[in-house]
């Protein structure tokens, strides 16, 4: 069968701007906002595309696209790949690394006045909510959440301060907080 017809042809579409428009413009349009991407027009290695773009897009919880040619939805693939689950689990190439982190960071909590948890929205876009809301349970810290993180700190929670929506609407003690943590 051949493939991507239209998209050879550059047959006007309604998303094409133009005659004889070259359809892997979006390709181009969205590469600096993504991970990485697929544009299927080899039957042979479909199946295997989708797959990495699936696993690169879990584990770096960053954009990815597939694009799908209109000619190519009806092409059957193998199902015995779905018998198999993707690996999407992350795994840390250098422990050493994490470990300065994590001792640099300590370093800055003790010497902190007045140490505090601000949870933002990539506590929950890196899979993080179960974690934030453990480090507030050990450490006692008094926390927030910002408005497009909200929830990711139980709210019923006695160290639960409230939301912060920034400098400008946010009272003395909630600064004061804030700004020791943007040293970390």
Do not use: W
């Amino acid at each position: 069968m051949m493939l991507n017809i239209v998209q050879k042809g550059r047959v006007m579409m309604h998303h094409t701007m133009k005659p004889n428009m070259d359809h892997a413009v979006y390709i181009g349009m969205a590469e600096p906002i993504r991970k990485t991407h697929a544009f299927l027009t080899d039957e042979k290695t479909m199946a295997q595309e989708i797959d990495r773009v699936i696993v690169a897009g879990v584990q770096s919880r960053l954009r990815v696209y597939i694009y799908v040619p209109t000619d190519v939805v009806s092409i059957p693939l193998d199902a015995d790949r779905l018998k198999t689950p993707l690996d999407t689990s992350i795994r840390n190439q250098d422990s050493k690394v994490e470990d300065r982190i994590v001792e640099g960071v300590l370093d800055l909590i003790s010497k902190a006045s007045s140490p505090a948890i601000l949870a933002d929205v990539l506590a929950i876009r890196h899979g993080g909510q179960e974690l934030t809301r453990k480090l507030v349970e050990l450490t006692h810290f008094p926390s927030y959440s910002c408005p497009l993180s909200k929830g990711v700190i139980d709210e019923t929670s006695p160290y639960y301060n409230g939301l912060y929506n920034g400098t400008g609407r946010c009272t003395i003690s909630v600064r004061s907080y804030t700004l020791t943590l943007t040293c970390l």
